[in-house]
């Protein structure tokens, strides 16, 4: 449990790359992810070029709840390695649940190895998709950005039903989870 209480997201980064070692991880971890009917829809790109990740940070949306000074990393904060997530529409049975699977285990295989990470569905699909070169039948369902995190990121109990999370004194995220007498309707 304590792996997955502190396999939080993080958004601020170290400037030290991901090994090809744990990159090579990563992948292995969502090529074998469960996924529905065994159809395996998802496709992978690995965006690890200094260059490439300038163009990519631009084209994401970090931390809607915290104000942009804060939310977004700095030059020196970004992530060293994205990787983005496709649904290949041209095969049958592309659908969310496999991708949230596969973006699950990527991000516990990376988080095995201390690389924390940032699953990101608030981005610029058109202009990633133009700066990839992908073809149409590839829908880009997410960008999960990488690194070595520069923060701690730690489960906090919920005050007032506020779900935002929020940086304490020390710049750390604190990320409110409603008590389990919320979230469970019973035992049957």
């Known amino acids: ?3 997955l209480r ?5 958004r601020r ?17 969502a090529r074998i992810a469960s996924c529905g ?12 070029s200094p260059e490439q990740v300038d163009k990519v940070n631009g084209l994401v949306h970090w931390a809607a709840y915290l104000p942009p000074e804060q939310g977004i990393p700095k030059a020196e904060e970004r992530p060293t390695l994205f ?9 049958p049975g592309a659908n969310d649940t496999d991708a949230g699977l596969a973006l699950g285990s990527m991000t516990a295989a990376a988080w095995s190895h201390g690389v924390g990470s940032c699953i990101m569905g608030a981005i610029d699909r058109p202009a990633l998709c133009d700066l990839f070169g992908t073809a149409p039948s590839l ?8 690194g070595y995190p520069a923060h701690e990121s730690r489960v906090v109990e919920m005050h007032d039903g506020d779900v935002r999370y ?3 004194d ?15 309707l019973g035992r049957i």
């Open 170 to 184: 020390a710049r750390d995220y604190c990320v409110p989870k409603r008590p389990l007498s919320e979230i469970l």
């Open 37 to 48: 009917a065994n159809r395996q829809t998802l496709k992978y790109l690995v965006v690890q």
């Open 83 to 91: 990787i983005a997530v496709f649904q290949d529409e041209a095969l």
């Open 139 to 146: 829908r880009l369902h997410s960008m999960v950005a990488f």
């Open 166 to 168: 929020y940086l304490d």
């Open 1 to 3: 449990m304590e792996f």
């Open 13 to 29: 980064f170290q400037q030290k790359a991901v090994p090809a070692a744990v990159v090579d991880d990563i992948l292995e971890a």
């Open 6 to 10: 502190t396999r939080r997201t993080y």
